[in-house]
């Protein structure tokens, strides 16, 4: 059984300029190696490439989740209002080459992601592209993580927030680079779901449906749920990766008659 679960993020975010997404780089501090904090609690800002991102402290509370985010949100907005910039929620975007002739601007996550479905890390993108994405990464905590019931919430982490985000994100163009389907790195607290990009942080009732869905992914988990659902695990993949807004649709819904017929989620 997962039990007292907290809930934590690290978006990453464009800076737009004259209808262009411009580079943070020099404009907001901070790296992966050392995040600048902005308060003593846990939120904190850093440069990801040309992207801002920043971090939150863990939630157990919907509201606090959403205050958490808007918080750092609007720290972020004043930095970009400063130099006539604003915060941009698209999950990709072709950046002009002058912002990426820099170490920072050619270098991606050092550390690799892993995939639910293959059993092996994913592949690292081609930094030399133009193409830059924005993750919506949500990070879980629960009581004595393990390697198995970590894998059991990415899995139904997919089938939560993965598929009916298909709905929500008409963005199509970074999966070639990041957030496949079951994209995920364990933590000492749990784990870190990196399918998302970071659409769901562009408005609180988001910010509230991505908190929501996390629940739900663990309710499908204690439930047992999510064991009669396996059988479904390739085609969920797929639809996922290949952006298949309605085979997911059709996954949802059966989805649902699964749970129905079990009588083990509201």
Same mark, same amino acid.
């Given at each position: 059984?997962?039990?007292?679960?907290?809930?934590?993020?690290?978006?990453?975010?464009?800076?737009?300029?004259?209808?262009?997404?411009?580079?943070?780089?020099?404009?907001?501090?901070?790296?992966?190696?050392?995040?600048?904090?902005?308060?003593?609690?846990?939120?904190?800002?850093?440069?990801?490439?040309?992207?801002?991102?920043?971090?939150?402290?863990?939630?157990?509370?919907?509201?606090?989740?959403?205050?958490?985010?808007?918080?750092?949100?609007?720290?972020?907005?004043?930095?970009?209002?400063?130099?006539?910039?604003?915060?941009?929620?698209?999950?990709?975007?072709?950046?002009?080459?002058?912002?990426?002739?820099?170490?920072?601007?050619?270098?991606?996550?050092?550390?690799?992601?892993?995939?639910?479905?293959?059993?092996?890390?994913?592949?690292?993108?081609?930094?030399?592209?133009?193409?830059?994405?924005?993750?919506?990464?949500?990070?879980?905590?629960?009581?004595?993580?393990?390697?198995?019931?970590? =894998?059991? &919430?990415?899995? !139904?982490? +997919?089938?939560?927030?993965?598929?009916?985000? /298909?709905?929500?994100?008409?963005?199509? *163009?970074?999966?070639?680079?990041?957030?496949?389907?079951?994209?995920?790195?364990?933590?000492?607290?749990?784990?870190?779901?990196?399918?998302?990009?970071?659409?769901?942080?562009?408005?609180? =009732?988001? &910010?509230?449906? !991505?908190? +929501?869905?996390?629940?739900?992914?663990?309710? /499908?988990?204690?439930?047992?749920?999510? *064991?009669?659902?396996?059988?479904?695990?390739?085609?969920?993949?797929?639809?996922?990766?290949?952006?298949?807004?309605?085979?997911?649709?059709?996954?949802?819904?059966?989805?649902?008659?699964?749970?129905?017929?079990?009588?083990?989620?509201?």
């Amino acid at each position: 059984m997962i039990k007292d679960v907290t809930i934590g993020a690290d978006p990453e975010l464009f800076f737009e300029k004259d209808g262009e997404i411009i580079s943070v780089e020099g404009l907001i501090g901070g790296t992966k190696k050392e995040p600048r904090p902005i308060t003593d609690d846990g939120h904190s800002v850093q440069e990801d490439n040309i992207m801002a991102e920043f971090n939150i402290p863990p939630s157990n509370t919907r509201q606090d989740f959403i205050d958490h985010i808007e918080f750092v949100k609007g720290y972020l907005s004043l930095i970009a209002n400063k130099n006539d910039a604003k915060l941009n929620f698209s999950a990709s975007a072709n950046i002009d080459r002058k912002y990426l002739k820099t170490k920072q601007a050619l270098e991606f996550g050092c550390e690799p992601d892993f995939n639910f479905y293959s059993k092996r890390s994913n592949e690292k993108p081609n930094s030399r592209s133009t193409l830059r994405t924005c993750g919506g990464h949500i990070h879980i905590g629960y009581d004595n993580p393990t390697q198995k019931q970590s =894998e059991m &919430i990415i899995f !139904a982490m +997919d089938i939560a927030l993965g598929l009916p985000s /298909l709905e929500l994100d008409l963005d199509d *163009e970074r999966r070639s680079m990041y957030g496949k389907a079951g994209s995920f790195r364990f933590k000492e607290f749990g784990i870190e779901y990196r399918t998302l990009s970071t659409f769901w942080t562009a408005s609180e =009732e988001l &910010i509230g449906w !991505a908190y +929501d869905k996390v629940q739900y992914a663990i309710k /499908l988990v204690n439930s047992g749920v999510i *064991e009669k659902v396996k059988p479904y695990s390739k085609l969920i993949e797929k639809t996922i990766n290949t952006n298949d807004r309605v085979m997911a649709q059709k996954l949802i819904e059966q989805i649902e008659k699964i749970q129905i017929t079990n009588l083990t989620i509201a």
